[in-house]
């Protein structure tokens, strides 16, 4: 079996999604933000704010590529993982890759507090959180293998409808 790629924007529901998904399955699961701060031993908001996100986009793709060379697991990326012509490559060899589509307005208001997402701190959350989305809508498509429409639905509906996916693929 190959591997499950969540990918979609900040607040869709990726981390708490693959975990269902991959109890389900009987997969490990993968948060990569997670691997990140482990790896660093500090959160992604202080690689932000102490290092710049070019060195925190490099720590991603770094993660990315150690994937290759595990067993299959269900992994939740993070939202900015796409921007990258090689890490949406790289996405495609480590497993088949699912996009959570979620809408700027329903991300904000699951997300709550941004303080963690340093792309969405500040007052302007809403309005940064549809620019960057409609920046990145297309790249979301274009690394998805399957595109499944998140808005209104609970973490359990979305991974119902994830492991559905599968098994259409498989059928
Ligand atoms: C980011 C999304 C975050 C995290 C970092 C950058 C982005 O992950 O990787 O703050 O560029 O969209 P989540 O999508 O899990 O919030």
Known sequence: MRGIVLVGFMGAG?????RIVADR??????????RIEQRAG?????????QGEPAFREMESAELERLLAEPPSVIATGGGVVVS????????CIGRVVYLRVSAAEAVA?????????LLAG?????AATSLL?????LYRASADVTLDTV???????AVLVVSSLEEETS
């Open 85 to 92: 012509d090689a890490n949406r490559a790289l996405l495609h």
């Open 25 to 34: 399955l009987g997969l490990p699961c993968v948060d990569l933000d997670n």
């Open 42 to 50: 500090v959160s992604v908001s202080e690689i932000f704010s102490a």
């Open 152 to 158: 209104g639905c609970t973490p359990e509906e979305v």
């Open 14 to 18: 990726k981390s708490t999604v693959a």
């Open 110 to 118: 699951r997300i709550g507090d941004a303080a963690t997402r340093p």
């Open 134 to 138: 409609d920046a990145r809508e297309a």
């Open 123 to 127: 007052a302007a959350g809403t309005l």
